[in-house]
């Protein structure tokens, strides 16, 4: 019998710890959670690990501490030109996953409604409920994923207060373009929406850059933005994330964030601050190494046979894997793992409506050459493997 309330039942057990799992158990090639087989640079595990020697071992400042904060605000100017008071709008939490419950949390009454995108990050429609809140689902197609405002302005009502959205976007990697903006811009406004921009693979971009969705015309004013170190340092395991808004929506997630964890771990955001005052050549080269592995991985699924939709941004591919006839994506992530040693996610855990996902798989590229180089070898059998299954 279980204990889980009902809020939370309808979610069971998280896709990444169960693949995770798999992978073990097979001894695959783990392409599933997006998580870095490598480490993020020497010189944020020096300041951080200075900062431990320095004695810095006790709760930061509830809101993040100020060197911290800062440098997210010098950060922010950098990359939007927007000029931010750090000590009234910025909040550091445990990872960004920490920022969107507690902005749930802050922000809804019971039955407010959360405008969330399919495919969506699993964390986001658990967030929404656990803070007693019912997410009104927009799906995106393959192989596209761009958001259309007839679908976006259908979903709206009354009780719409908060609509989430991801750029660049996990799992399909599209980066929202200039109209995607401009719509979302006009509905929120139209409709006094508190706007979330899940950014944290805002430093992943292969073509056109990052535009945060904080310059778009009248969002600044009722938008949040949020990110980590985990993605742009190669430290997921951290679990530092931020998040970056208007005074009086900040406030209103610290007074979720107060409750919750109360404050990230103190020598990590020292480290932070120190990550994000890194030179510019730090985030190019960061870039040129993922678009490699981002063009390494596509090959591979191409020559086995797949189609991948290839990212503009974020360390995610979705390939499509109709050409195999797989019952869906769960029953051909299965076969993966278990018989060509590889573990992908079954990105029907990204969806409500899951037939969406059907013939499609997510392949992480946040991987060392060698990894991709094994997981291509593998897949290289795929289709024999494919074709003798009974
Ligand atoms: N964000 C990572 C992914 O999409 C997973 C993080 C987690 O396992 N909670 O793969």
């Given at each position: 019998?279980t204990r889980?309330?009902?809020?939370?039942?309808?979610?069971?057990?998280?896709?990444?710890?169960?693949?995770?799992?798999?992978?073990?158990?097979?001894?695959?090639?783990?392409?599933?959670?997006?998580a870095?087989?490598f480490?993020?640079?020497?010189f944020?595990?020096?300041?951080?690990?200075?900062?431990i020697r320095?004695?810095?071992?006790?709760?930061a400042?509830?809101?993040?501490l100020?060197?911290?904060?800062?440098?997210?605000?010098e950060?922010?100017?950098k990359?939007t030109?927007?000029?931010?008071?750090?000590?009234?709008?910025?909040?550091v939490?445990?990872?960004?996953?920490?920022?969107?419950?507690?902005?749930?949390?802050?922000?809804?009454?019971?039955?407010?409604?959360?405008i969330l995108?399919?495919?969506?990050?699993?964390?986001?429609?658990?967030?929404?409920?656990?803070?007693?809140g019912?997410?009104?689902?927009?799906?995106?197609?393959a192989?596209?994923?761009?958001?259309?405002a007839?679908s976006?302005?259908?979903?709206?009502?009354t009780k719409?207060?908060?609509?989430?959205?991801n750029?660049?976007?996990?799992?399909?990697?599209?980066?929202?373009d200039?109209?995607?903006r401009?719509?979302i811009?006009?509905v929120?406004?139209a409709?006094?929406?508190?706007?979330?921009?899940?950014?944290?693979?805002?430093?992943?971009?292969?073509?056109?850059p990052?535009?945060?969705?904080?310059?778009?015309?009248?969002?600044v004013?009722r938008?949040?933005?949020?990110?980590?170190l985990?993605?742009?340092?190669?430290?997921?395991?951290?679990?530092?994330?931020?998040?970056?808004?208007?005074?009086p929506?900040?406030?209103?997630?610290?007074?979720?964030?107060?409750?919750?964890?109360?404050?990230?771990p103190?020598p990590?955001q020292?480290?932070?601050?120190a990550?994000?005052?890194?030179?510019?050549?730090y985030?190019?080269?960061f870039?040129?190494e993922?678009k490699?592995?981002?063009?390494?991985?596509?090959?591979?699924?191409?020559?086995?046979?797949?189609?991948?939709?290839?990212?503009?941004?974020?360390?995610?591919?979705?390939?499509?894997?109709?050409?195999?006839?797989?019952?869906d994506?769960?029953?051909?992530?299965r076969?993966?793992?278990?018989?060509?040693?590889?573990?992908a996610?079954?990105?029907?855990?990204?969806y409500?409506?899951?037939?969406?996902a059907r013939?499609l798989?997510?392949f992480?590229?946040c991987?060392?050459d060698?990894?991709?180089?094994?997981a291509?070898?593998?897949l290289?059998?795929?289709?024999?493997?494919?074709?003798?299954?009974?």
């Amino acid at each position: 019998m279980t204990r889980v309330n009902s809020r939370l039942r309808p979610f069971g057990a998280t896709i990444f710890a169960e693949m995770t799992r798999l992978a073990l158990a097979h001894n695959a090639v783990n392409l599933g959670q997006g998580a870095p087989d490598f480490d993020g640079p020497e010189f944020v595990k020096e300041a951080a690990i200075r900062a431990i020697r320095d004695g810095r071992g006790q709760y930061a400042r509830m809101t993040g501490l100020p060197e911290l904060t800062s440098a997210i605000a010098e950060r922010f100017h950098k990359t939007t030109a927007i000029t931010i008071a750090a000590d009234e709008q910025t909040v550091v939490t445990c990872g960004c996953t920490e920022a969107i419950v507690d902005a749930m949390l802050a922000l809804l009454e019971p039955g407010d409604e959360v405008i969330l995108f399919e495919p969506f990050y699993d964390s986001y429609p658990a967030a929404v409920a656990m803070a007693g809140g019912v997410a009104k689902i927009v799906t995106l197609h393959a192989p596209h994923f761009r958001i259309e405002a007839a679908s976006l302005e259908a979903a709206i009502t009354t009780k719409t207060k908060v609509m989430l959205v991801n750029t660049p976007h996990n799992p399909s990697g599209h980066m929202l373009d200039a109209e995607e903006r401009r719509t979302i811009a006009r509905v929120a406004n139209a409709h006094d929406l508190v706007v979330l921009s899940d950014e944290v693979y805002e430093e992943l971009f292969y073509a056109q850059p990052h535009q945060s969705l904080a310059m778009e015309d009248g969002l600044v004013e009722r938008t949040v933005v949020l990110s980590s170190l985990g993605k742009s340092f190669s430290f997921t395991g951290w679990k530092v994330g931020w998040a970056i808004g208007p005074a009086p929506i900040i406030s209103a997630i610290r007074a979720a964030h107060q409750f919750t964890t109360f404050c990230a771990p103190t020598p990590l955001q020292v480290a932070a601050a120190a990550a994000l005052r890194a030179p510019e050549t730090y985030f190019t080269a960061f870039r040129a190494e993922y678009k490699r592995r981002r063009d390494l991985l596509a090959e591979g699924l191409r020559a086995s046979g797949l189609t991948p939709i290839v990212p503009e941004g974020s360390y995610f591919i979705l390939a499509d894997h109709s050409k195999y006839a797989f019952e869906d994506d769960f029953a051909f992530c299965r076969f993966l793992v278990e018989k060509v040693g590889i573990a992908a996610i079954p990105p029907g855990a990204f969806y409500k409506n899951k037939q969406h996902a059907r013939t499609l798989a997510r392949f992480a590229f946040c991987k060392r050459d060698e990894t991709l180089h094994a997981a291509n070898e593998r897949l290289r059998s795929l289709p024999e493997l494919a074709a003798q299954r009974t």
